[in-house]
């Protein structure tokens, strides 16, 4: 297919042909399905979920203020709750009084929403009794981790708890239960891995009013509203439809892995689904380098006769790793040990040794060494030095250097750095742990290593709120204080710094107990912050219920209050298009223990169709007020933007009809799509999108081509 033009990142072009839409059938509803044991047949498939595999002695997790919380699901907990017996959920709280929350449960499902209710607790206060609601998340890599187990409280009568598990999951391909998801350039040896797109679904419109769900190495993640065939990568959402199931779509069954071919990274999904009486829809995703984001989101692109072709810029593509930097596959999360870059010396015994981290160590040691081994002035070399680190099948961090001196005749030295999480800033750096057979092992204990980050992202009906963009990695924010509702709080002297789902920022004098993500000072006339206790640690992953986007920090330090509880923070995160980042809000103070804060932020809010006028070729986004003249932007010359695609160059007019335009605070972008004509073939009609990347600097556009995939 030689025909396909592709160019992506300001600038994305495709060959657009036109084809027939796929027939669908049969007709059922999705309403409210109740149940009292642990298996329930949902609607659109007929599949049965069997939860029985999720009994157990109990799961407990804390709320902000201490309380335990141990429940237990298709049976009661193993102990008592006070003096109860044989009850499927127990509230103890800190003074040590239990309650029951429910002694049996049920299970609901509802739109692809599984969760089972525990209603039956015991009386709370006034006419409200304890409550329970435990959601279940479908979540492939969970018999492999820990099931993650996030604790809400919407009030002090009524708890949410979030699981996630394989068992609302609907069957898994066999392909799929191992698969490495990764493609190798043969040329410079770099691994694609695309395995950190899995644990998250991604919504896409099909800017017609329906929209696609997405998965990447897994199949679609079941769940409310997404209730897509066990198999799909690619889930075309038809919100025409009334009828259950012909709503979810298959337009690509998953793919185990990309492929990488003439400098491109791609990935194919064929589907059984009819386009026509001769081919079946088919779909793809061209992954395009962009380092300024880690995971990205993907973008529908066009309908080429029954393919559909996404795009994804993603650093994930990118054929260059950041130096001392690695990802783990499964979660996402990113390792980054260039601040412990450099050279140590370490003690053995009576041996003496040069560690380089992401460094060469040179003289005494020989050029290019990693490590070496000094014996009277004699240098032995390790193995040589490597910016490029790995993660173990656990996700443990580690680097391996090789081509040292020979060490017997088969064999040449090398070195094993594993790089283990301790947050004791007394036992931090490298330590000898083995040195035999060849092999020098060195463990660098340190904070970066610690894997345990929370998840910053939660899916609303389909659609992933992400709150990656508001982690500050340079600054901290610091909050305001809402002077009308806590007047006594309104004093210049007491400061409020927050994180969002990461510990505080380092600061020079900023003394807050390591590892909160909130902390209260008292500011006085030097500037220099003083009393700083902590408000809570970054413990519980980003939560939804009840249309709230909330995030907690609990187990802070003790309150001045009541020294029987610790001080925690809550943040209900609000969508304001004009807000920009936004910043915190001090709401309330309850119990003079726990903090409450607002953010407004437009970073949460879908994005916005803005209204485009052709003859002036102005936007306008109406929900901000604010226009912007395409025209007479200095990047395009009278709504003209020439795109140099080596050795070709073409044109592209901005002010061309039937614009159709978004702006996406997620990703910080506006985003234009329109059809024009262009130099692909004579007559032939482009399908455009640009991407202009909000900023303060004004740069050139990047174009990748990938017109000889096939």
Not at 170 to 186: I, Q, R
Not at 313 to 330: D, F, K, R
Not at 338 to 358: E, F, L, R, S, W
Request: aromatic share 10%.
């Amino acid at each position: 297919m030689s025909w396909l033009d592709f160019r992506v990142v300001l600038i994305v072009v495709l060959l657009t042909l036109i084809s027939d839409e796929p027939v669908q059938a049969d007709e059922v509803s999705a309403g409210e399905i109740v149940v009292d044991g642990c298996q329930l047949k949902e609607p659109v498939y007929d599949y049965t979920f069997n939860l029985t595999a999720l009994n157990s002695l109990g799961r407990t997790v804390h709320n902000e203020r201490g309380d335990r919380i141990e429940f237990n699901v298709c049976g009661g907990l193993s102990r008592s709750c006070g003096d109860k017996t044989n009850v499927g959920a127990c509230l103890t709280k800190n003074d040590g009084k239990a309650f029951t929350l429910g002694k049996t449960s049920k299970l609901h499902y509802k739109s692809g929403r599984l969760y089972f209710s525990f209603v039956d607790g015991e009386k709370c206060s006034g006419d409200k009794n304890y409550t329970l609601y435990l959601t279940l998340s479908c979540d492939y890599t969970m018999d492999v981790y820990p099931l993650d187990v996030i604790p809400t409280e919407d009030s002090e009568c009524t708890f949410y708890i979030n699981l996630r598990t394989i068992h609302a999951c609907l069957p898994l391909p066999a392909n799929l239960e191992s698969n490495v998801c990764s493609a190798t350039d043969d040329k410079t040896g770099h691994k694609f891995d695309l395995m950190p797109f899995s644990d998250s679904n991604y919504r896409v419109s099909d800017r017609g009013g329906s929209y696609f769900i997405i998965n990447v190495c897994k199949p679609v993640l079941y769940g409310q509203d997404s209730m897509c065939p066990a198999d799909s990568g690619v889930c075309y959402i038809n919100n025409n439809a009334t009828d259950i199931k012909q709503k979810f779509v298959n337009y690509g069954i998953a793919s185990p892995a990309p492929v990488f071919e003439n400098g491109q990274l791609y990935m194919n999904f064929s589907s059984n689904t009819k386009c026509n009486d001769k081919e079946n829809i088919s779909s793809v995703i061209y992954f395009l380098c962009y380092r300024d984001v880690e995971l990205g989101n993907p973008e529908f692109i066009s309908k080429n006769g029954c393919r559909y072709e996404f795009s994804w810029l993603t650093s994930l593509a990118c054929n260059y790793v950041q130096p001392c930097t690695t990802l783990v596959p499964s979660t996402g999360k990113k390792y980054d040990f260039n601040p412990i870059a450099g050279v140590y010396n370490v003690t053995q015994g009576d041996k003496h040794y040069m560690v380089g981290i992401c460094k060469d160590i040179g003289s005494p040691c020989l050029s290019g060494d990693g490590a070496c081994e000094l014996n009277n002035n004699q240098a032995t070399s390790l193995g040589k030095s490597t910016v490029e680190l790995n993660v173990n099948e656990t996700g443990s961090p580690f680097a391996i250097y090789t081509s040292g001196s020979k060490c017997n005749s088969s064999q040449n030295w090398t070195t094993k750095i594993e790089f283990i999480c301790s947050n004791n800033q007394t036992d931090q750096g490298p330590k000898i742990i083995e040195n035999s057979n060849c092999v020098l092992i060195v463990h660098f204990k340190t904070s970066l290593a610690c894997q345990e980050q929370i998840l910053c992202k939660v899916v609303d009906a389909g659609r992933t709120i992400d709150l990656t963009p508001l982690i500050s990695t340079n600054e901290n924010y610091v909050a305001t204080v809402n002077e009308t509702a806590l007047k006594a709080e309104n004093s210049n002297s007491v400061k409020y710094y927050l994180n969002v789902c990461r510990p505080l920022v380092s600061q020079y004098g900023l003394s807050c107990p390591g590892g909160s993500a909130a902390c209260k000072a008292i500011v006085k006339g030097s500037g220099t912050p003083e009393q700083e206790q902590s408000l809570g640690y970054p413990t519980s992953s980003l939560t939804l219920y009840n249309s709230k986007v909330q995030l907690k920090y609990i187990y802070g330090d003790k309150c001045p209050a009541d020294e029987s509880e610790k001080m925690s923070t809550r943040i209900d995160f609000k969508c304001a298009l004009a807000a920009g980042r936004g910043n915190p809000i001090l709401q309330s103070i309850v119990n003079k223990c726990h903090y409450q804060f607002d953010w407004l932020t437009s970073v949460i809010c879908p994005p916005q169709q803005c209204n485009f006028f052709t003859d002036t070729c102005i936007a306008t986004n109406v929900g901000t007020g604010k226009s912007f003249n395409f025209r007479n932007a200095k990047f395009t010359n009278n709504g003209i933007i020439t795109v140099e695609a080596k050795p070709k160059s073409f044109d592209i007019d901005v002010c061309a009809q039937n614009q159709t335009v978004f702006a996406d605070y997620s990703e910080s972008v506006v985003k234009l799509f329109f059809v024009t004509t262009g130099s692909c073939n004579s007559g032939d009609l482009l399908n455009v999108q640009l991407r202009f990347v909000c900023g303060m600097k004004e740069t050139n556009s990047t174009v990748h081509d990938v017109s000889n995939i096939f």
